[in-house]
T-cell receptor, first 113, second 114 residues
Framework: NAGVTQTPKFRILKIGQSMTLQCTQD?????MYWYRQDPGMGLKLIYY???????DKGEVPNGYNVSRSTTEDFPLRLELAAPSQTSVYFC????????????FGPGTRLTVT | AQTVTQSQPEMSVQEAETVTLSCTYD???????LFWYKQPPSRQMILVIR??????QNATENRFSVNFQKAAKSFSLKISDSQLGDAAMYFC???????????FGAGTRLTVKP
């Protein structure tokens, strides 16, 4: 099992550009999450999904969009990138919530200049 | 609301010694889960240990153990016989039982001295 994979590993965007961060898991988890980690900080939840076709906002959703068409994939879309979106982005997946371990991808380092 | 606080930005320990990392988790809920995650320089988030709030027994995983004091909202991680590979950022996290929002603390950077 590859677990949770993310692409790309690094990306530099110019202000106003858009991009999609890809996330795929092969553990058949229903629950998937997107977090951002700013320098010197813990992770903050952007969006999550409890299954294909079902998504909901987390703590910091502004400036992002998600979709979930399959169990395996959970892409994160950045529209009109801003310097405040410079961060490391982590995707994670888990069994249904209730304290189950979340399995994290390796992260994407995004810089917006 | 839920708040996770890690008051030690940095800690260091001598190899083979014991170190304790502190965390407090504040929530009005009585049913929740607490976690310690390790983030080495590779950035990969790795679960170290998990505690269920309704269990009185403290969780242990080999050299890692927790001291959970529910009334004091305290959830500390003890690392025994520290090894060089334990050097990393350690994040405390909490999640209410029926919630999808896991909250993380700001982290503690642990250095292990040979």
């Amino acid at each position: 099992n590859a677990g949770v994979t993310q692409t790309p590993k690094f990306r530099i965007l110019k202000i106003g550009q858009s991009m999609t961060l890809q996330c795929t898991q092969d553990m058949n988890h229903n629950y998937m999450y997107w977090y951002r980690q700013d320098p010197g900080m813990g992770l903050k939840l952007i969006y999550y999904s409890v299954g294909a076709g079902i998504t909901d906002k987390g703590e910091v959703p502004n400036g992002y969009n998600v979709s979930r068409s399959t169990t395996e994939d959970f892409p994160l879309r950045l529209e009109l990138a801003a310097p405040s979106q410079t961060s490391v982005y982590f995707c994670a997946s888990s069994y249904p919530t209730g304290g189950y371990e979340q399995y994290f991808g390796p992260g994407t380092r995004l810089t917006v200049t | 609301a839920q708040t996770v606080t890690q008051s030690q930005p940095e800690m260091s320990v001598q190899e083979a010694e014991t170190v304790t990392l502190s965390c407090t988790y504040d929530t009005s809920e009585s049913d929740y889960y607490l976690f310690w995650y390790k983030q080495p320089p590779s950035r990969q988030m790795i679960l170290v240990i998990r505690q269920e709030a309704y269990k009185q027994q403290n969780a242990t995983e080999n050299r890692f153990s927790v001291n959970f004091q529910k009334a004091a909202k305290s959830f500390s991680l003890k690392i025994s016989d520290s090894q060089l590979g334990d050097a990393a950022m350690y994040f405390c996290a909490g999640q209410r039982r029926w919630d999808n929002d896991m909250r993380f603390g700001a982290g503690t950077r642990l250095t292990v001295k040979p």
